[in-house]
């Protein structure tokens, strides 16, 4: 594979975007000397932001989850398409009253970004979360407000969260059972691959795309992403895909590394 630019993409880049699961750890194991990797990155005046679609957890919980592992440092930032939706709620929908169908961790980091949360009168906007908290009573009042004309936006698409086990039903499964019950799809997704965390991010920080690259070990989420935003973007194959994935399904890659510690060799 050509890296031959590489370099001098990473020269000019500020802030690296990060997966987590199979580009910085596969469960709870890191892969290679990932910890060594970020603090040379850190050393180098690059900052990390880690991106998760996974919106029914905590930023917190995350930070003490990398922290736990080793990763985390006080300069990183975590990024979560919830955290992304209720700052495009502020900016795009200022004021506005807004039913969420999420977990209680979730609720609270809407109300302390500003969002105006309401339960018992018809909100101007609904949003879907991965709510591993999910009741009956609350569908029922999301397709309520919806069939009253709510506007819809879910946090992220994933269908599924991988588990140990087997795969558990995400956000994307609930949107598929809004739309059996009702017909109607979000109108926006936040999270990737959609450029929403991409463009908040940019719109947040003031600076252009040439300033991000977005490293992930999943063509169809994590390079689509980098994509649709613009950024560059960087495959990563200590997780989920290999070189004979790409040009199969969405998303090419500007650069391919076996893991993100090879970066060390382009800084
Ligand atoms: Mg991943």
Redesign the pocket.
């Known amino acids: 594979m050509v890296n031959k630019n590489l370099k001098e993409t990473v020269k000019n880049a500020k802030y690296f975007l990060l997966?987590?699961?199979?580009?910085l750890y596969i469960g709870d194991k890191l892969i290679g000397d990932m910890d060594k990797t970020l603090a040379t990155l850190r050393q180098c005046g690059k900052k990390i932001i880690y991106l998760t679609n996974n919106s029914s957890k905590s930023k917190q919980r995350y930070e003490e989850k990398l922290q736990k592992i080793g990763l985390f440092d006080p300069r990183d930032t975590v990024y979560t398409s919830g955290i992304a939706t209720a700052e495009y709620l502020n900016s795009s929908f200022k004021g506005k009253s807004v039913y969420l169908m999420g977990t209680d961790a979730l609720k609270k980091e809407f109300e302390e970004i500003g969002v105006n949360l309401v339960e018992d009168k018809t909100p101007d906007v609904c949003v879907l979360a991965y709510d591993t908290e999910l009741t009956y009573d609350k569908l029922c009042r999301f397709v309520t407000y919806l069939k009253r004309g709510a506007y819809y936006i879910a946090t992220h698409p994933d269908v599924n969260c991988p588990h140990p086990e087997v795969f558990i039903p995400d956000a994307g499964a609930f949107i598929k059972l809004i739309e059996a019950s009702t017909g109607m799809l979000p109108a926006e997704i936040i999270g990737k691959p959609f450029d929403g965390m991409g463009k908040n991010l940019m719109r947040a920080l003031g600076l252009g795309k040439d300033k991000f690259i977005m490293v992930?070990?999943?063509l169809h989420t994590?390079i689509a992403f980098g994509n649709n935003c613009g950024f560059a973007s960087v495959l990563v194959l200590s997780?989920?895909s290999d070189l004979d994935d790409i040009g199969k399904i969405e998303g090419k890659p500007d650069f391919v590394l076996n893991s993100l510690n090879d970066i060390i060799d382009y800084l």
């Open positions: 997966d987590m699961d199979g580009t992930g070990d999943r994590d997780g989920e």
